[in-house]
């Protein structure tokens, strides 16, 4: 795959966590649960060492099953 003139390059994980990295988390509970896995007490957590974008944050202010762990969580900074 040849890379534009100008296009930006991120690293795996480097970009900002995002609702659509949430939505993965919510699918793959719904298949647990599909699966006949208790799932009632079960917390979304996001891991980022780069952010979280607005809209996620956002979800995670009204939801508190979801959870975002940045690096100063990780390393108490």
Do not use: N
């Not at 390059?9 to 970009?15: D, E, I, M, T």
């Amino acid at each position: 795959m040849e890379r534009q003139a100008g296009s930006t390059v991120l690293p795996c994980g480097a970009q900002r966590r995002s609702v659509g990295h949430l939505e993965r988390l919510v699918r793959a509970r719904e298949v647990l649960a599909g699966a006949g896995l208790e799932v009632a007490g079960c917390r979304l957590a996001c891991f980022s060492g780069t952010g979280f974008s607005e809209a996620l944050r956002e979800r995670a202010r009204e939801d508190p099953d979801v959870l975002l762990i940045g690096l100063s969580d990780l390393y108490g900074r």
